[in-house]
C-alpha cells in the first residue's frame, strides 16, 4: 500500500509535507481554533461552598453591547491622519538624531532604547547621575530645537512674540 501524502495550504498552494509536519500543523490550527472559541464564550463559576454562581464574561464584545454602554468612537478619517503624522514625526526624529555627537547618542539609546535608568546609566558612563541628567536635558534640548519647526507646522502653532512655541 502507498504511503499516505499530507499537504497544508501556504499561500493559496498545496504543498507536500510529511505526516508529522502535518500534525503538528492540524494540532496547531485545533488549539487556535480551541482558544478562539474560549475567548468569544463566557463561563459560569458555581462555588459549592460559598453557595454563589458567577459569571465570567467572553473577552469578545460586540458593538451593540459598546454603543449600549455609552462608548465613545473616534472617527474614522483620524487615524490614518495620525498614523501618517506619526510616521513623518518618525522621520525627522531619525534625521535630528543625525546632529547628535557618538556620546549623545550612546546616552540616548542607554536611556530610551534600552530604557536604563540615569542612575544605571551613571554607573555604565562613571559619573554622576546629575551628570546624566544634565546631559539628557540638554541633547533632549537639541533635539526639540531640530523638530520645532516641523512641529509648529504639524500642529499648526503660531510663535509667541518671546520665540518659544511650545514647552
Known sequence: MPEKI????????KIAVS????????RSIDREKYFMKDLKQGHVIVD??????????GREVSY???LE???????????????LIKAQLMEKLEE??????????????ELFYLERTEREAAKLFQVSQ?????RKNK?????????????????????????????
Not at 499648526?156 to 511650545?166: M, V
Request: aromatic share 10%; glycine share 6%.
Open 6 to 13: 499530507f499537504y497544508i495550504k501556504v499561500g493559496g498552494r
Open 19 to 26: 505526516e508529522e509536519v502535518y500534525l503538528e500543523y492540524r
Open 48 to 57: 459549592q461552598e460559598n453557595m454563589t454562581v458567577s459569571y465570567i464574561p
Open 64 to 66: 451593540e453591547s459598546l
Open 69 to 83: 454602554a455609552d462608548w465613545d468612537f473616534p472617527s474614522a478619517d483620524r487615524p490614518a491622519e495620525d498614523m
Open 96 to 109: 535630528a538624531l543625525h546632529i547628535l555627537s557618538d556620546e549623545e547618542m550612546e546616552l540616548i539609546q
Open 130 to 134: 546629575n551628570t546624566v541628567h544634565y
Open 139 to 167: 541633547v533632549l534640548e537639541k533635539l526639540k530645537g531640530a523638530l520645532k519647526k516641523f512641529i509648529v507646522c504639524i500642529m499648526g502653532l503660531k510663535p509667541s512674540p518671546l520665540g518659544e512655541t511650545f514647552r
